[in-house]
């Protein structure tokens, strides 16, 4: 099976835990506090705040415990570090691999199968409109409306393609 059958975490961001800004925090907050004093209003040990203050990574219950006493939450402390895009034949390949109900060979027989089929009958969209809208709901749409959304979406489109042409988007 190939490597490319199994994109596992092809569909998030990596994130990291920004271990700096915790202990600048933590130091901060603690200010004229001693460790031990600061470690008790934690509720975490000493060695496990001086430790998680000096930069090292903390255990999942202290980093809570430690989040709560800041009075900050947890998701404040993790940075995206590499996005990943993820295709939509990739996509559908991760679910395979990940039913329970599959061997891995068999999923890496369909993935194989799958790939073959969208590389063959996949088509290159440039040149396709950037914005395609359908508005089924246009014709009870207030007078005007239909108008000047039509407008509205037409500029964002010409400016998504203008961004995609200069290779910013």
């Not at 271990?19 to 901060?28: D, H, I, N, Q, T």
């Not at 964002?156 to 393609?161: G, R, T, V």
Request: hydrophobic share 45%; proline share 7%.
């Amino acid at each position: 099976m190939s490597d490319k059958a199994l994109p596992r975490a092809a569909a998030r961001e990596i994130e990291r835990l920004d271990l700096a800004r915790l202990g600048a925090m933590l130091r901060e907050r603690r200010g004229s506090l001693s460790l031990r004093q600061a470690a008790a209003d934690a509720n975490v040990s000493f060695s496990t705040f001086s430790r998680v203050e000096g930069g090292s990574q903390p255990d999942l219950t202290s980093f809570m415990l430690l989040c709560a006493w800041l009075g900050v939450p947890p998701s404040d402390f993790f940075a995206p570090i590499a996005p990943r895009e993820q295709s939509s034949i990739d996509a559908a390949i991760s679910h395979l691999s990940s039913d329970p109900r599959l061997p891995p060979a068999a999923a890496g027989k369909i993935a194989d199968m799958l790939r073959t089929m969208y590389d063959a009958l996949a088509q290159n969209i440039t040149g396709q409109p950037v914005v395609a809208c359908h508005l089924r709901a246009a014709s009870v749409l207030r007078p005007g409306v239909p108008e000047r959304l039509n407008t509205m979406l037409s500029t964002m489109n010409s400016e998504l393609e203008r961004l995609v042409d200069s290779g910013r988007l």
